[in-house]
């Protein structure tokens, strides 16, 4: 499923094509892409795009006074181009004559059309826009970490209140967003920090130390293009990304821990799995306050 870093790959690797456009035609090949608007999508024909943004794994082309919100899911993608593929799902053709396509393997994915309000904090509402207004349907989206808004203290000091495993914090995009199980357990390898520990039980320093490996994770991924373990994520030009050569505990498990050489172990965590290193993360006493 594409996190932020994908997300934000898809982002800049659109920008450039779409900003500043307007569209000029609409296609819809398959019901559900447009599941939220039975009307269909014909509502953003010859709107102008001034931005496209992006808040944790949620992109937006921003209009005026409304935004076409796009959310992947499990296997989206955003084509230039016209994309010769029984995957196609929607088509958008801009005032340039160039082509959009959304390719949706798996159909989880969506494009709604949505109106916009300023953002409870009065910052700017995503990456890739000063604009204050988001869409209605992202207001219950936290900031993510890549958001210049975000400040690791506090959001430190609000973990340290919360009473639930700090794996199921970096999960919940309704408190930090973006973040999947890639990332979650890529941040908690580097950190040293089993998920399955409290937050409330570590200190205020380890729970910088988490977000702050998440951050640095992230952007290294973005540089990377994001990862990629098959071809339901490529980036706008059908590339995949590469991050995942440099993963080092997701997709690991039974090999050695890069940092001490215990093999890696795989166990079942909220539906999911969590990857993860029993030597350097070791869920001790929880009254350690590690």
């Known amino acids: 499923m594409p996190e932020l870093p994908e997300a934000e790959t898809i982002r800049r690797g659109l920008e450039p094509y779409v900003k500043g456009k307007r569209i000029a035609a609409v296609r819809l090949f398959h019901p559900r892409v447009a599941r939220f608007n039975p009307e269909g999508l014909d509502g953003i024909l010859n709107l102008r795009i001034e931005a496209l943004v992006r808040r944790g794994k949620y992109l937006w082309f921003l209009f005026p006074g409304s935004a076409l919100v796009a959310h992947l899911r499990m296997s989206g993608q955003f084509r230039i181009g016209k994309v010769d593929s029984p995957h196609l799902r929607a088509r958008l053709t801009l005032s340039d004559g160039t082509a959009v396509s959304f390719v949706d393997q798996r159909t989880f994915g969506y494009l709604h059309l949505d109106c916009v309000a300023p953002a409870a904090d009065g910052f700017p509402a995503g990456c890739g826009s000063d604009s204050l ?25 609000e973990a340290k209140k919360r009473r639930r495993a700090v794996k199921s914090l970096l999960l919940a995009q309704d408190f930090v967003s973006g973040i999947g199980n890639i990332y979650a357990d890529e941040a908690l390898w580097a950190a040293r920090i089993n998920g399955g520990r409290r937050a409330d039980t570590l200190s205020l320093s380890a729970l910088h130390l988490l977000f702050a490996a998440a951050r640095e994770i992230m952007k290294r991924s973005i540089d990377c293009g994001g990862t990629s373990f098959d071809k339901l994520y490529v980036n706008v030009s059908g590339r995949a990304g590469y991050f995942a050569r440099s993963l080092n505990a997701y997709g690991r498990s039974g090999q050695p821990c890069l940092r001490c050489g215990t093999l890696l172990v795989k166990e079942p965590f909220m539906g999911r799995s969590s990857t993860y290193c029993p030597q350097c993360q070791s869920r001790r006493k929880e009254k350690d306050g590690r």
């Open 133 to 157: 207004c988001l869409p209605v349907s992202v207001r219950k989206t936290a900031r993510d970490l890549l958001d210049p808004a975000v400040n690791l203290d506090r959001l430190a000091a």
